[in-house]
């Protein structure tokens, strides 16, 4: 398959050549949790709150996810950063030391999960009920995080070497897999939500097995080592604290939600937030990828010591977040019911579903802010000021209005969704401002440097 060529491609055409797989890959890999979620609320006459105990497992499916964003993009920008300066033997050190870090967290967060799950599910807002449902789906998905987290986070890896299409196949097949089984295990062998997660758990295994013969086939250019050994540890899990904060505070904001919606709402407005994280999970899908595909070229531009690539590489990556985002929002506006209807068919909740889009999707194009210039940060090795800023929107600004907002004014569960919007008019403004105003004058010092260098070569 075609190899981005990040030494001498044109930026334009080395992002496209990363974003458009990867965008593809986003869509398939979210059709692991989406399918599942369309199917589920679909089952007779429990669908709804079947969907709402299932939206309550999300936190720790986030968690899984931070951990494997930890060590996957934490270590794959240092590994382009290698590659750019010509190390490869310390890239390939790197790598494997990023696959041994996911192998050993996804066996701990496995056992973690099967012995307390019963008593996070509580925490995370499950009723009684609610409880035997969610156990059920739970207990049997935690079997396939070591093949989930191995087969996602090292595509990071896939990805950084330029083989986009191969990353984009490991997705695909399990997506596919997972289409197809899901009916069958649900509806056909009558397994319901258990089913769900069974087929999940299936299609994770097959991109597992993909992603492992790609790694130890003669076209990985750095062979995968099991040995027990982590050199770079800490430099993976210090630039991969941002995305795994990321990903830990959304768990953080949807127990809140969770909890504040149970007490004003009850079940169906839980329902409702299943069905808006859903949405956001699939209209996420194309900004994530851009901005993913655009951070092995800022990584290996700036490790070769090239600021005016870096730069162009920021602008390409805004000429096409900052104009989708704001389509996202013009069609959540006009047609909301559309997404609604993806997901459930029960005329009951419309209303309140239609209500809490339009609300929380009010501001989205300042989230194309927040993702560049988060992604930024995290390419360049940018470790402080990745972390504070994934800390200052959802941790500082989300948790709290979350709880705060529905007791001002009467404004009960639609304050839930209006803190979303708050948060990224001032995070993504915060975050993007002060990006620009410290990496462009370190870029311009680079610029001058290597200018001097040379003069000093021709003297």
């Not at 620009?436 to 070569?457: F, H, N, S």
Request: aromatic share 10%.
């Amino acid at each position: 398959m075609k190899k981005v060529n990040f030494e001498n491609g044109h930026i334009t055409q080395n992002m496209l050549g990363t974003a458009f797989p990867m965008l593809i890959a986003q869509v398939l890999n979210l059709l692991y949790s989406i399918v599942d979620r369309i199917y589920i609320g679909r089952i007779p006459d429990v669908g709804t709150e079947a969907l709402g105990a299932v939206g309550l497992c999300f936190p720790m499916i986030i968690m899984i996810t931070g951990f494997t964003n930890m060590f996957g993009l934490g270590g794959a920008p240092l590994f382009s950063m290698e590659l750019g300066r010509g190390d490869h033997s310390k890239a390939a050190q790197i790598q494997n030391t990023s696959l041994r870090l996911l192998v050993t967290s996804a066996v701990i967060l496995t056992a973690s999960g099967e012995l307390f799950g019963s008593g996070l599910l509580r925490l995370f807002g499950a009723t009684v009920s609610e409880l035997p449902v969610c156990l059920s789906y739970l207990r049997i998905y935690l079997l396939g995080t070591v093949f989930a987290m191995v087969s996602t986070g090292m595509n990071s890896f896939i990805n950084a070497q330029g083989y986009s299409t191969t990353g984009m196949c490991s997705v695909m097949i399990g997506a596919v897999a997972n289409l197809i089984l899901d009916p069958i295990f649900m509806f056909g062998l009558g397994l319901g939500v258990r089913g769900a997660a069974i087929a999940t758990v299936l299609s994770q295994i097959l991109s597992f097995l993909y992603v492992m013969h790609f790694l130890r086939s003669g076209r990985n250019d750095y062979p995968v080592s099991f040995a027990f050994r982590f050199p770079y540890a800490k430099d993976i899990a210090g630039l991969g604290v941002a995305p795994f904060i990321m990903q830990f505070t959304n768990s953080l904001v949807q127990i809140a939600c969770n909890q504040v919606l149970m007490a004003f709402g009850g079940s169906l407005a839980v329902s409702v937030m299943t069905i808006v994280s859903s949405v956001r999970s699939i209209l996420d899908t194309p900004v994530f990828a851009v901005t993913e595909g655009a951070t092995p070229i800022l990584s290996y531009n700036y490790g070769a010591g090239r600021p005016d690539n870096v730069k162009k590489a920021v602008g390409v990556m805004m000429s096409l977040t900052l104009p989708y985002t704001f389509l996202v929002w013009l069609v959540i506006l006009l047609r909301p019911s559309f997404f609604i209807h993806i997901f459930s068919s029960d005329q009951a909740i419309m209303a309140d579903a239609s209500r809490a889009l339009h609300l929380y999707f009010l501001a989205f194009i300042f989230q194309s802010l927040q993702y560049s210039g988060q992604t930024v940060f995290k390419a360049l090795g940018k470790k402080g000021k990745a972390i504070f800023f994934s800390l200052f929107r959802k941790v500082i600004m989300v948790v709290p209005l979350t709880y705060l907002l529905p007791h001002l004014a009467g404004l009960g569960t639609d304050g839930v969704f209006l803190a979303e919007p708050i948060s990224n008019v001032i995070g993504g403004l915060a975050c993007f401002t002060v990006m620009i105003l410290t990496v462009w004058p370190e870029l311009k010092r680079m610029k001058e440097d290597r200018a001097m260098q040379r003069e000093e070569r021709t003297a």
